[in-house]
């Protein structure tokens, strides 16, 4: 089955299909990962995006869905050097596309689109599966809104509040595409858990009297999670606040600073970051926002860096109770770095 991924810039690659005919489009970006594939596949932050994987081998060891941090897949398509035609255990890669409606397209030069990407940035783009037309993918990408167009944040958030209960902390989580792994990371602690849509107001977080409120990471530009934007403006200070990824954003915004779209993003599970002790740890990301160090406001201090670009990957407001990190501590698969480190500490200091 033949497939083409057109770009924008008016690029276009013929490589094989798999999965089902059809068509996609939306920022084509790549992760570095060499393992957890489908962890990253159906994580919620993807949607909106074709996702690219420079590791050249997807697929060897199958389909793990007891690892997926979602009940599906959100990348809009997959594209990749070789997906294992033969993997280690069942469903292959490609059967579970093909089951699913899924789109991919394999066979194509990855490291050539990667370069691409870095030097100019991340760039609109559309896969057809069952079509070598380059021209029609090209005109499909140009059509392509950019991602700061589109609100992805309603289509991944739960629809209604759910809780799951445990003997602990009570902790209020907005949900804007929460991983099932961040979840699980605050279960293990014994957190009674009440998680709710990215609509939810102030006060009906505050009903369930919690003892912190969480913000989840998701996808898109984070000046569209305007509902959780207010929730951490009007409740920082009276109940502490914890962000992961889109959730450092979104304190950010709440405090008056401001964010920007990176060149090409931080997407992968080898991403340095250096502690305010000095240090450093290897994390994993996905994220194509950050946030304006120069714009944070009086009482806010950068906790953790980036080690290879400097960006902030995390602040604190000791006054205000506010603790945020843009990488994944709970980061599945792996590496497993600052699970403990972070979710032990910020689990302990709530009140």
């Known amino acids: 089955m033949k497939a083409v991924l057109g770009l924008e810039d008016g690029t276009f690659v013929v ?9 996609c489009s939306g920022e084509l970006v790549f992760t570095t990962q060499m393992t957890g594939y489908m962890e990253a596949l159906t994580d919620p932050s993807y949607a909106g995006q074709i996702l690219m994987f420079t590791y050249p081998l997807i697929g060897n060891y199958g389909v793990d869905q007891q690892n997926f941090e979602s009940p599906m897949v959100h990348a809009r ?17 490609a059967e579970y596309f093909e089951e699913n409606g899924l789109l991919g397209i394999s066979g194509v ?14 760039l609109r783009t559309s896969l057809i599966v069952g ?8 005109r499909r990408a140009r059509a392509a809104p950019p991602i700061s167009d589109v609100d ?3 289509s991944v958030s739960s629809p209604e509040p759910y809780r799951i209960a ?25 957190a009674d858990i009440h998680v709710f849509p990215h609509t939810a107001a102030p006060d009906e977080v505050m009903a369930a009297e919690p003892d912190a409120l969480f913000v989840s990471n998701g996808p898109g ?11 951490v403006r009007d409740l920082a200070g009276e109940v502490p606040v914890i962000g992961i990824c889109m959730g450092i954003q979104v304190a950010a915004l709440a405090l008056g600073a401001e964010t920007y779209k990176m060149k090409f993003g931080h997407r992968g599970t080898n991403q340095p970051v250096r502690y305010k002790d000095g240090s450093i740890y290897i994390t994993t990301q996905n994220h194509g926002f950050a946030m304006d160090e120069e714009t944070l406001p009086e009482g806010c201090t950068v906790s953790y860096r980036n080690v290879n670009d400097g960006t902030v990957e995390g602040f604190e407001n000791r006054d205000l109770g506010i603790t945020c990190v843009q990488f994944h501590p709970e980061a599945h698969g792996g590496p497993r770095d600052t699970e403990m480190h972070f979710f032990d500490r910020i689990y302990r200091e709530i009140p």
């Open 15 to 23: 490589g094989d299909g798999f999965g089902v005919e059809g068509t």
């Open 77 to 93: 398509g997959c594209v990749a050097r070789e997906i294992a035609a033969v993997p280690a255990a069942l469903p292959s890669v």
């Open 109 to 122: 030069d990855t490291r050539s689109l990667t370069i691409k990407t870095r030097t100019v940035g991340t």
């Open 131 to 138: 079509s070598d037309d380059g021209e029609e993918a090209v």
């Open 152 to 154: 992805l944040i309603g």
């Open 166 to 190: 445990g003997p602990g902390k009570r902790i209020a989580v907005i949900d804007l595409g929460v991983k099932r792994h961040i979840l699980e990371s605050l279960g293990h602690r014994g």
């Open 221 to 231: 530009d984070p000046r569209r999670a305007t509902h959780a934007i207010r929730c």
